[in-house]
C-alpha cells in the first residue's frame, strides 16, 4: 500500500473532521438539523453528504456523531429510499466493537439521512500516506495483524448475524478497502459503511455509501439485476480491492469479504499492491486470472506461518479460501501468539499519534471553535422540546449584545463573515418570550440504597440519587419515566405526571438487589480439561470443566477457551435468566512449529506422572506431549509405591516419538488404593442465597458443579431474610450430587 487507491477525494475518513472547515456555498455551518448541530462537512460524492454533527440530549448529555445525508435527486427515488431504510434499519441493529454503529436513520428538511457513530481516528489509507513525511518506511507487521485481526472479528459479527426469527441475515459488506477501515487514536480498529452492506443474497451492488466518485469498471451489469440496485457500467466496491467473484459479477456471500480483507493484509505486509493494472479493465483481468505474488519475496520478514494466512485468505477458489471469518480470526490471533508478534492496541494508538500528532492539535483547535458556535445556536432553540421527549432545559437569560458579538466573533473564524438578519433576530426574541411564559415542574429522587443513576426518557443523565431533576416540561398528559439503576440491582422504572405548571413530584424505589434468576449460567467442558476461559474478554477464574455464572442474560456473549500446545477455539452463547446451558469442546491440537516434536507414552500403573526436562504432566497415561527437538531430553517418572524411572531421548524436528508403555518396579508389596476422584456438587435454593462449602463462597444460588474431594462437606445457605440454613454431605468418589434448600 505504498500509494493511495485511485479516485480517492479526500484524507478525511468518515468520522474524522478535516483539517480545515470546508466551505459548502449556500449553507453556513454550524446549523440545526433536526435534533442535531452540523458542525462540518467532511465530504461528499456522487450519492452522499458526510457531516461531524453534535447530538445534544437531556441533563447536559452531548454526542458527537457523524451524519450521512442523501443527496436531493437520490431522495426523490422511492425504490432506492426503500432499498437504503431497509438495510440501515439491519445495520442499527449492530453493536460490535470493530463496526461502525449505526445510532440513527430518518428524515428532516425533506432529506433522508443516517447518523453514525463518530470514530476519532484515521482510515487505512490516510496512515499510510502519513508514513512517509514521518519517515517511516514499513508498516510495522504487528500493526498489520493487530489491525487484520479487528477487521476479522467485526466480520465474523456481522456474517453471522439473524434476524429476531433466527434466520441468517447473510450480509455481505462488499467494499472492504483502505478508505472503509478506521484506526482511532487509542487503538481501536472499527469497519464502517455497514449502513449499506446487503443482506440476502445478492450481485453486484451500486456504490451508494462512498463520499467519492463511484468508480467506472467497464463491466455491464446482468440484465437481471434491479437497476435500483446495479447502474450499468458499474461496481459496488473499490476495483482494486475485490474478489474474483465480484469482479465476474457472481453472486457474493461472505467469503469475498474475506479475499478482500487478504489483499489488505498483503498490502500491509509488504508495502506493494496486489492489483494495480494499467486501467481499472487491466486491474480486474489480474484479480480473476488467479497468479498472485508470494508475500515472502517482497518482504523476508514475514513468517511461513503467516504467509500461509494470507495465501489461504487470498486463494482464487472460494472453496479453498477461509470459510468465515471467524476463521480467519483464530489463525491470526494464533500466528501473533506462535509467533510472539507483539500485538497491541496499546501500541497501535501511540503509534497513531506519533503519525498524526501536528493534525490531532489542528483538529482539536477546529472541533472546539464549531463546538462554540454549536453552544450559541443551542441558546436560540425554543424552550419547548419539539422532539416531544418531555423534557427540556430552560436557558438563563443572555445578554443579546454579548451573544451576538460572540456569534460574529465565532462565525468570521469559522465560516468567514456571516451577518444575521433581522428575521433572525427576530426569531430569537421570541424564543425568549415563549420560554419565559413556559412554567417548568420539578422530580424529587431517591432511592434506597442511595447513589442510584438516574435515567429520564431511557436515555442516561449526569445525575445520582438523592436529586431534584429541574426545567421539566409541564402539562396535561405530559408522562415522563425515571429510571433508576445500581450495579447489584435490579433496574426499577416508574412513570411520573407533570400535568400542571410548577408541579412537584416525589417518588421513592426501594431497589431490589439482583437475584441468581436474574442471571444466566454457562457450564463449559473441554476435552482435554483445564483451559482458560474468557468470557467478553474477561479471564474467568478457574480451568475447564468450569460453570460461568451472573451472565447476563439474552445477550451474545463470546467465550473464548485457551490451553497450551491447542488452537484457541470460540463459542458465542445466549440464555434465557435463570437457564444453565451446557457446552462441551474438542479442542484441536495444535501442529508442530519448527524445532518441535512430540513423544507418546503408556505407563504401567497408568496414573504414573511425567517430568520432562522442567515440565510436569500428571493427566494420567497415555501422555501425548509437545517437547523442544534435537537435544537430548531427560524423561523422569514416579508413582506412588513403585521406583523412580529416569531415561534420555533426543527426538528430532517433526518427530513423533513413540516409547511404547514404561513399566514402573514397584518398591514394596501391594497395598489396596484409596478412590480420590474428586465428586461434583450442584446447590440450589428457594428463594436465593448466598452459599459457603467448607468455609470458601461460592457465591449465589444456583452454584454448579463445584469439583470437591470424597468425603463429608458442610453447606451454608444465607439469605438477609431468612435464618441461615445449614446441611452436613457425604461425597462419594466420581459422584455428582445436587442439593436444594428451601428456607421455610
Known amino acids: 500500500m505504498s500509494e493511495p487507491a485511485p479516485n480517492a477525494p479526500s484524507d478525511a475518513p468518515p468520522g ?15 446549523r440545526k438539523f433536526g435534533k442535531y448541530t452540523l458542525l462540518r462537512r467532511l465530504a461528499q460524492g456522487g450519492m452522499a453528504e458526510l457531516y461531524l454533527a453534535l447530538h445534544r440530549s437531556i441533563a447536559g448529555f452531548e454526542r458527537l456523531v457523524v451524519i450521512k445525508r442523501i443527496l436531493p435527486e437520490l431522495g426523490r427515488d422511492a425504490a432506492f429510499i426503500q432499498m437504503l431504510l431497509q438495510e440501515a434499519r439491519i445495520a442499527a441493529t449492530f453493536s460490535h466493537p470493530n463496526i461502525v454503529t449505526v445510532f440513527d436513520v430518518g428524515q428532516v428538511e425533506g432529506t433522508y439521512f443516517i447518523a453514525m457513530e463518530h470514530i476519532h481516528g484515521e482510515d487505512l489509507r490516510s496512515i499510510v500516506r502519513a508514513m512517509k ?19 476479522a472479528a467485526g466480520l ?100 469475498s469479504d474475506i479475499f478482500s480483507l487478504g489483499i489488505i493484509l498483503f498490502e500491509l505486509c509488504t508495502g506493494r499492491r496486489l492489483f494495480r493494472g494499467p486501467n481499472e479493465l487491466e486491474t480486474l483481468k489480474m484479480i480473476t486470472d488467479g497468479r498472485y505474488p508470494v508475500p515472502s519475496e517482497l518482504n523476508p520478514r514475514i513468517s511461513p506461518a503467516l504467509q500461509a494466512v494470507i495465501l489461504k485468505a487470498l486463494s482464487p477458489e472460494r472453496a479453498q479460501r477461509y470459510q468465515s471469518a471467524r476463521e480467519l480470526q483464530a489463525d491470526l490471533e494464533g500466528v501473533a501468539r506462535d509467533e510472539r508478534i507483539a500485538v497491541s492496541n496499546v501500541a497501535l494508538g501511540n503509534w497513531m499519534g506519533f503519525l498524526f500528532e501536528e493534525k490531532l492539535a489542528a483538529q482539536k483547535e477546529a472541533l472546539a471553535q464549531g463546538k462554540q458556535l454549536a453552544d450559541v ?42 451577518g444575521f438578519s433581522l428575521r ?72 411520573v405526571a407533570l400535568p400542571t405548571p410548577r408541579a412537584h413530584q416525589t417518588i421513592t424505589a426501594a431497589l431490589r438487589r439482583t437475584q441468581a434468576s436474574s442471571f444466566a449460567v454457562l457450564q463449559v467442558g473441554t476435552t482435554p480439561p483445564g483451559a482458560q476461559v474468557i468470557v467478553d474478554g474477561r479471564e474467568v ?42 457446552r462441551a469442546v474438542v479442542l484441536r491440537e495444535r501442529p508442530l512449529g519448527p524445532g518441535e516434536a512430540f513423544l507418546d507414552l503408556t505407563t504401567d500403573p497408568p496414573d504414573a506422572h511425567l517430568r520432562v526436562g522442567d515440565r510436569d504432566y500428571t493427566g494420567g497415561s497415555p501422555y501425548h506431549v509437545r517437547v523442544s527437538a534435537g537435544r537430548a531430553l531427560d524423561l523422569t517418572l514416579t508413582a506412588p509405591d513403585h521406583e523412580r524411572d529416569t531415561r534420555s531421548v533426543r527426538p528430532q524436528s517433526g518427530q513423533t516419538l ?77 459422584q455428582d450430587l445436587r442439593v436444594r434448600i428451601v428456607f421455610p
Request: aromatic share 4%; net charge negative; glycine share 10%.
Open 133 to 151: 513525511p514521518r519517515g517511516v518506511g514499513e508498516f510495522p507487521l504487528e500493526h498489520a495483524v493487530a489491525i487484520a485481526q479487528g477487521v
Open 377 to 418: 445556536l443551542a441558546l436560540d432553540e425554543p424552550a419547548l422540546d419539539p422532539e416531544g421527549t418531555g423534557y427540556t432545559m430552560v436557558a438563563p437569560p443572555q445578554s443579546r449584545r454579548g451573544l451576538w458579538a460572540l456569534v460574529a466573533l465565532l462565525a468570521l473564524v469559522a465560516v468567514g463573515a456571516v
Open 424 to 495: 433572525d433576530r427576530e426569531r430569537a426574541r421570541e424564543n425568549e418570550r415563549v420560554a419565559a411564559r413556559v412554567r417548568t415542574g420539578v422530580i424529587a429522587v431517591h432511592s434506597i440504597p442511595e447513589g442510584a443513576h438516574i435515567w429520564l426518557n431511557d436515555a442516561p443523565t449526569a445525575f445520582r440519587t438523592p436529586h431534584e431533576l429541574r426545567g421539566l416540561l409541564t402539562g396535561p398528559g405530559v408522562r415522563l419515566r425515571v429510571k433508576l439503576t445500581a450495579e447489584g440491582y435490579d433496574p426499577a422504572t416508574q412513570e
Open 541 to 582: 477464574p478457574g480451568r475447564t470443566p468450569l460453570a460461568v455464572t451472573e451472565l447476563t442474560p439474552q445477550v451474545e456473549h463470546t467465550v473464548l477457551l485457551r490451553l497450551e500446545d491447542y488452537s484457541d477455539e470460540r463459542l458465542t452463547f445466549n440464555a434465557e435468566a435463570g437457564a444453565v446451558a451446557q
Open 156 to 255: 465474523a459479527y456481522a456474517h453471522e448475524r439473524t434476524d429476531y426469527h433466527g434466520n441468517a441475515l447473510k450480509v455481505v459488506h462488499r467494499d472492504i478497502s483502505p478508505q472503509n477501515i478506521l484506526v482511532t487514536f487509542t487503538g481501536d480498529v472499527k469497519v464502517v459503511d455497514f449502513g449499506i452492506a446487503k443482506a440476502g443474497d445478492h450481485r453486484i451492488h451500486d456504490a451508494t455509501s462512498d463520499p467519492e466518485p463511484p468508480v467506472e469498471s467497464g463491466v455491464v451489469a446482468r440484465p437481471e439485476v434491479s437497476e435500483h440496485h446495479t447502474r450499468q457500467g458499474q461496481l459496488k466496491g473499490k476495483i482494486p480491492y475485490m474478489s474474483p467473484e465480484q469482479a465476474r459479477g457472481d453472486l457474493l456471500d461472505a467469503r
Open 658 to 734: 513413540a516409547l511404547g508403555t514404561i513399566r514402573l518396579t514397584r518398591d514394596r508389596p501391594h497395598t489396596p488404593t484409596v478412590d480420590h476422584t474428586p465428586g461434583r456438587l450442584t446447590v440450589g435454593a428457594s428463594p436465593w442465597c448466598n452459599v459457603t462449602i467448607d468455609g470458601q463462597g461460592r457465591g449465589q444460588t444456583p452454584v454448579v458443579g463445584v469439583s470437591l474431594p470424597p468425603g463429608r462437606h458442610t453447606i451454608v445457605c444465607t439469605n438477609p431474610d431468612r435464618p441461615t440454613q445449614t446441611r452436613r454431605v457425604e461425597l462419594g468418589p466420581g
Open 16 to 30: 474524522a473532521p478535516p483539517e480545515a472547515p470546508a466551505e459548502v456555498p449556500g449553507e453556513v455551518l454550524p
